[in-house]
């Protein structure tokens, strides 16, 4: 059966790769997009769409050293907003709302040398108003699920790609200029945007609820993923040994390290999906995005 389904948020980079990975499907999908920047969309009629996926929000910005109007502005996009699309969404007969919630509910990366393993367990405590924000959003449109009107909520890890924005872009300048880089062990969950956007589809077209956790079939190591983006571009570049101990002690300085240079990863048993939405290796998906 032909499915309508209305992204908000129309500039964003998920919303535009998904729009464009549906069109491929020809009739079955109708793919809309409505953008939530200011209240013309509170006239927009949701009534003729089987699913609303919600990827509208304030991005993953630096939130050390910001003001108070900042940090409400963030409730006020991140929480308020996705709150008052699922209400209009029930009111106006929508089946499904998907909110593109993240991983920082769960709050930062475990320091340097350490590792962090997150289990259907543990239990969400963002460590700033970013992902308390995601967090609050959640809370505030769970109640409104019920037989009619299913709230499907995804928690990704780091989302890349190409043309991607956030931490990738950094690491790819890097290695494309830098002849060393220290090698460190850590474990992070990644998640590519061409499996993130099958995942979306099949969490519509299989009318999905509850808590779901998509993440690529493999870990990544950020010093062998900068190792990787280099001989993309035809470089090579010297992993250096002993670098733990002196980026602990940088660590307390900055913030960037732990970011860097933690461990963040999902149980792989979390992601699993009763039909196979991985459809890139993660070094398939390092040639993609930096080709």
Not at 10 to 36: C, H, K, L, P, W
Not at 40 to 54: I, N, P, R
Not at 105 to 110: L, T
Not at 256 to 272: E, H, P, R
């Amino acid at each position: 059966m032909k499915k309508r389904i209305l992204v908000t948020g129309v500039n964003s980079y998920i919303g535009n790769s998904f729009r464009t990975y549906m069109e491929q499907f020809g009739e079955d999908y109708t793919v809309d997009g409505a953008s939530v920047r200011n209240d013309a969309w509170k006239e927009l009629d949701f009534s003729g769409y089987d699913c609303v996926f919600d990827v509208a929000g304030i991005a993953h910005a630096d939130t050390g050293h910001v003001s108070e109007e900042t940090k409400q502005r963030y409730y006020a996009v991140n929480r308020d907003l996705t709150v008052a699309l699922a209400e209009k969404a029930k009111a106006e007969g929508v089946r499904q709302f998907i909110f593109m919630s993240s991983a920082i509910v769960y709050g930062d990366s475990a320091p340097v040398g350490k590792q962090r393993l997150i289990t259907r367990d543990t239990q969400p405590n963002p460590a700033d108003f970013y992902g308390d924000s995601k967090l609050q959003a959640e809370k505030g449109i769970l109640p409104l699920a019920d037989a009619h009107f299913k709230v499907c909520i995804l928690r990704p890890p780091m989302i890349y790609g190409k043309g991607s924005r956030g931490n990738y872009p950094t690491l790819s300048r890097m290695a494309q200029k830098l002849p060393v880089f220290p090698a460190v062990e850590n474990c992070r969950s990644m998640l590519y945007i061409g499996n993130l956007v099958e995942f979306v589809r099949l969490m519509i077209q299989n009318e999905e609820e509850g808590f779901f956790f998509p993440q690529n079939a493999q870990y990544s190591n950020t010093s062998r993923l900068v190792q990787m983006i280099a001989e993309a571009h035809g470089k090579k570049i010297l992993l250096v040994k002993g670098c733990t101990p002196p980026l602990r002690l940088l660590s307390h300085a900055t913030g960037i390290v732990n970011k860097a240079f933690g461990s963040l990863a999902y149980d792989m048993a979390m992601s699993t999906y009763k039909e196979e939405y991985r459809k890139f290796s993660l070094e398939e998906s390092i040639r993609l995005t930096e080709g």
